[in-house]
């Protein structure tokens, strides 16, 4: 399977190549009119979104990552696991090497079956108990099925342009009112993009939310994150306009946001 993996991380780019060189051959013998054209690049945006998404994934079966099934990390995993009701047997996990500009960070991907990846930055920072409170967050995205339905919006986003773009037109409206419904139609993408933004933001502070209950206590996810942050060199605070295009809260309202929920319980 290792070598079906590899083969994968080059046959994949070679595709979305191959598939990207015909567009453009058909688009310059066919001369397709605009829609044509957006449509079938919301939809090769699509598989681009999906290709990239996954590289990790395929990077780990593919042996470039570390996987890890002994020793401490090992333990700390299946001690956070054994407290939920996921089965360990369920996920496979893996250690991303130290990169030239350190990345502390954990990731997991997967819809039924799982795939953690610990950058070897992250372990580097955290003790033991800050990075279980780093795994139940984790965790929390996997019991939500995060990974699908944000696969799934990221798609949807790739494809309403071609909406917004060919549905004045398509519906026949005068000319007079296409530019309006144009408009309108875009102003509801932003809008709509930014509630997204704002959703993804809720859920990761749902995330933290269980990391801390699990826990029982916020110090080590708030001590994880400090040193994530200073690790990854994020400013604690962002200005309004860069906190609505942000999937997360910055730090210093991430721990107020963590701390008010403790204090009220």
Do not use: W
């Not at 397709?32 to 919301?42: G, K, L």
């Not at 400090?226 to 906190?243: D, G, Y």
């Amino acid at each position: 399977m290792k070598g079906i993996f590899k083969a994968l991380l080059y046959i994949i780019p070679a595709i979305l190549l191959s598939v990207f060189g015909i567009i453009l051959l058909f688009i310059i013998i066919k001369e397709p009119n605009m829609y044509i054209i957006t449509i079938i690049f919301s939809f090769y945006l699509s598989l681009v979104i999906l290709a990239t998404s996954y590289l990790p994934l395929i990077s780990s079966r593919a042996g470039k990552l570390q996987e890890v099934n002994t020793g401490t990390l090992f333990n700390i995993v299946s001690d956070v696991f054994s407290s939920t009701d996921i089965s360990i047997s369920k996920a496979k996990i893996y250690v991303r090497p130290r990169r030239k500009k350190p990345v502390a960070n954990a990731t997991v991907q997967g819809y039924s079956n799982y795939t953690i990846i610990f950058n070897q930055d992250l372990l580097d920072e955290l003790e033991d108990s800050e990075l279980k409170a780093v795994i139940y967050h984790e965790i929390f995205h996997i019991k939500e099925k995060h990974d699908l339905y944000g696969t799934i919006i990221m798609i949807l986003l790739v494809l309403f342009p071609s909406i917004v773009i060919t549905a004045p037109y398509k519906i026949e409206l005068p000319k007079e009112l296409q530019l309006v419904f144009f408009i309108i139609l875009t102003f509801v993408y932003i809008i709509g993009y930014i509630l997204l933004l704002l959703l993804s933001r809720k859920k990761e502070l749902a995330a933290d939310l269980f990391a801390v209950d699990k826990m029982g206590k916020s110090e080590p996810l708030i001590n994880a994150l400090i040193k994530m942050s200073k690790k990854n060199k994020e400013k604690e605070n962002l200005s309004f306009a860069r906190q609505l295009f942000a999937t997360h809260y910055p730090l210093g309202k991430r721990i107020a946001l963590i701390k008010e929920n403790c204090k009220n319980k």
